[in-house]
C-alpha cells in the first residue's frame, strides 16, 4: 500500500514521505487559540469522520482518539486558494504541478482546497468538464472548478447552464488578454456577463488590454528587447488598469457582481476600490459589487528579478499581468488590509527551467506563470500578520473565509464551526519558515520564493479530517480529495433584483416621454 502515498516523481526530497498507521478519523486539538474570520478563543476542537463535530473549552475524549496540542499556537481553518493551474495545457506545454504534485505541495503549506481553472476543449465546456474531471482523479485534497469562456455561441451559453445546474461550477472567466490564444472581445464579455447574471455565476476576468499588449510586445521586440524583462515592459500597469476599468464599467452596466483575478498593480486597484466606494448608477447606495484578488507574487516581489543576468532566473519572475516596480506590492499589501482587496490567490502555475527556456530568444515565448500554492499561507502570515499590518481574524478571512462566502461554501469551509469540513491547520507564531526548491513539494526545479525566511510555521495540515502535515512529513493519499461543488447565487447576488427593479421603473418616465413625443 505504501507507494499509494508516494508519487515517484514529486521530489519529495528531504521532506519524506510516509505511511500512514493510524487510522486516526477521531481528532482532539487541544488548549489552541481558534481563530474564525470574525472572532477568536481558547477552545479544543474535536473532529470525527472528516467534520468538527465541536468547538468549546475542556472537551473529555477516550483514549481512541487522536489528540493533538496547539497550546500557544493558532487553531485556524485551512488555507483555500482561490486560483491555481494544475496540469493546465498552455504555451505550447503544460504546468507542471498535477492534481497529485501540485495539491500535495498545497497541503505542505497549510492550503486544504483550491479552485482550479477548467479550461473547454476546442471550445467545448463539457469536454472541459470530463478532461479536468479525469485529472482531478489524483487528487489528495478537496478541489472546486472555475471554469475559462474562451469563445461565444448558442452552446457556450446553454453549456454554461449545464455547468451551473448539474456540474456545481458558480464562476466563469474572461480572459481579456492572450490575443490569438484565450482572449475575448468586449462583445462576448458583454454576453457573458449578462450569462451569468441570469444564472447567478460570478464573472471573473483576467483584465489586461490583450490588443494593446500585443502592440506592447512589437514595439519591445523591434527595439530589440527579447529577455524576460521584455515581458515586464510591454505590458504595463495602464493596461491592466484600463481592462480593469473598462470590466468594471461593463458589470455596473449589467449590473452583476464581477471578480477581478490577479490584480497586480495600483492602477488596477484604484479602479476596484473606486467602484467599491462610489458605486454604480444600480448600486447607488452600496457600493459596486467587484471583488480584487491580489496573488502573493504581487505582495511579496517586484519586477527586478526580471532583469536577472541568468535567463533561467529571470524567467521564473514571468507571469501576466507581470509582477510590477517596488512600490506596487506595499499598495496592494495596503489594500488588503483597508479591504479594498478582499483575498489572496497563487496564480499557482509552475513551470520549470526547460519549459521556461522556451523563450530563451523571445520573451513572448516563455510559458507565463510562478509557483505559489504551498508558499501562500507562510509568506502571507509573514508579510501582513507578522508585520502587524493585519489581525490574525483578518488573516483567516483573506486566506480562507473570505473565499468560501463569495464561492459559496462557507460555513461547510472556511470556519471552525461544528459542523464544518474539518480542514483544519495548526500554525505556530514562534516558529519559522524558508522556502527552496530543495525541499519544497512542487515539481518544479525552481522557486520564485528561493532563499526566503520568515516567522510562522504551518506544523500541521488536517484535511478532511486527516492529519496529512506534521513535523515536516507528508501524508498525501492519491484519490481521498473530494470535488466540492459550488452552488450559484453566492451573497454578493442579495439584493440585485431589487436593485434591477429600481432601474427599471427609473426608466417608466423616459419611456413614457418617448412614447409622447413619437
Ligand atoms: O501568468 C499567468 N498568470 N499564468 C496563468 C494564466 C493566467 O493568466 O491566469
Ligand atoms: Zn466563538
Ligand atoms: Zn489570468
Ligand atoms: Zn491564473
Not at 271 to 278: L, M, P, Q, V, Y
Not at 305 to 312: A, E, Q, T, V
Request: proline share 4%.
Amino acid at each position: 500500500q505504501s507507494s499509494e502515498f508516494c508519487d515517484a516523481g514529486t521530489g519529495f526530497g528531504d521532506s519524506g514521505c510516509v505511511v500512514s498507521s493510524k487510522s486516526a478519523s477521531k481528532l482532539l486539538i487541544k488548549g489552541g487559540t481558534v481563530v474564525n474570520a470574525h472572532h477568536q478563543e481558547i477552545a479544543d476542537v474535536y473532529v470525527e469522520d472528516g467534520i468538527i463535530v465541536a468547538v468549546k473549552p475542556n472537551i473529555k475524549v477516550g483514549d481512541d482518539v487522536t489528540v493533538l496540542d496547539a497550546t500557544g499556537k493558532f487553531v485556524m481553518p485551512g488555507g483555500i486558494d482561490p486560483h491555481t493551474h494544475l496540469a493546465m495545457e498552455f504555451m505550447g506545454t503544460e504546468t507542471i504541478d498535477d492534481f497529485f504534485s501540485g495539491q500535495a505541495a498545497a497541503l505542505a503549506g497549510g492550503t486544504t482546497m483550491h479552485i482550479d481553472f477548467v479550461i473547454p476543449v476546442k471550445g467545448s465546456l463539457s469536454k472541459g468538464f470530463e478532461a479536468y474531471k479525469e485529472k482531478a482523479k489524483k487528487s489528495c485534497m478537496d478541489y472546486g472548478f472555475h471554469m475559462a469562456i474562451t469563445k461565444w455561441d448558442e452552446n457556450v451559453s446553454r453549456e454554461m447552464e449545464i455547468m451551473v445546474k448539474e456540474k456545481g461550477i458558480n464562476s466563469f472567466k474572461f480572459f481579456m488578454a492572450y490575443k490569438g490564444a484565450l482572449m475575448i472581445n468586449d462583445e462576448l464579455l458583454l454576453e457573458g456577463l449578462k450569462k451569468c447574471k441570469s444564472l447567478g455565476a460570478l464573472a471573473m476576468v483576467h483584465a489586461e488590454n490583450g490588443d494593446a499588449v500585443f502592440e506592447g510586445q512589437k514595439r519591445m521586440i523591434e527595439l530589440g528587447i527579447t529577455g524576460p524583462e521584455g515581458h515586464a515592459l510591454s505590458r504595463p500597469p495602464v493596461l491592466e488598469g484600463e481592462a480593469t476599468a473598462r470590466a468594471i464599467r461593463l458589470a455596473s452596466f449589467v449590473n452583476t457582481p464581477l471578480y477581478v483575478v490577479h490584480v497586480m498593480s495600483i492602477d488596477a486597484m484604484e479602479e476596484i476600490a473606486k467602484a467599491r466606494k462610489s458605486g454604480s448608477i444600480f448600486w447607488a447606495p452600496l457600493g459596486q459589487r467587484v471583488i480584487g484578488e491580489p496573488v502573493v507574487s504581487g505582495l511579496v516581489l517586484d519586477d527586478s528579478g526580471l532583469w536577472d543576468p541568468d535567463f533561467i532566473n529571470a524567467a521564473k519572475y514571468v507571469m501576466s499581468p507581470p509582477i510590477r516596480a517596488l512600490g506596487h506590492d506595499k499598495a496592494l499589501q495596503a489594500a488588503l488590509s483597508t479591504g479594498n482587496l478582499q483575498l489572496v490567490g497563487t496564480d499557482h502555475c509552475a513551470f520549470n527551467s526547460t519549459q521556461k527556456a522556451f523563450g530563451i530568444d523571445d520573451f513572448r515565448k516563455i510559458p507565463n506563470g510562478v509557483n505559489g500554492i504551498e508558499e501562500r499561507m507562510h509568506l502571507v502570515w509573514d508579510t501582513m500578520v507578522e508585520s502587524g499590518q493585519i489581525s490574525v481574524t483578518d488573516y483567516v478571512r483573506i486566506t480562507s473565509t473570505e473565499c468560501a462566502r463569495i464561492f459559496n461554501m462557507y460555513p461547510r469551509k472556511g470556519a471552525i464551526l461544528a459542523g464544518s469540513d474539518a480542514d483544519i491547520i495548526i500554525l505556530n507564531p514562534n516558529s519559522s519558515f524558508q522556502i527552496t526548491a530543495r525541499s519544497h513539494h512542487s515539481r518544479s526545479d525552481t522557486n520564485v520564493y528561493e532563499g526566503r525566511k520568515g516567522k510562522g510555521k504551518v506544523e500541521v495540515t488536517i484535511a478532511g479530517g486527516k492529519i496529512v502535515w506534521e513535523n515536516d512529513e507528508l501524508k498525501a493519499v492519491p484519490g481521498s480529495g473530494k470535488y466540492i461543488e459550488m452552488q450559484p447565487f453566492s451573497y454578493l447576488f442579495n439584493g440585485i433584483d431589487k436593485a434591477d427593479a429600481k432601474y427599471l421603473s427609473s426608466l417608466q418616465a423616459p419611456v413614457q416621454r418617448s412614447k409622447a413625443a413619437s
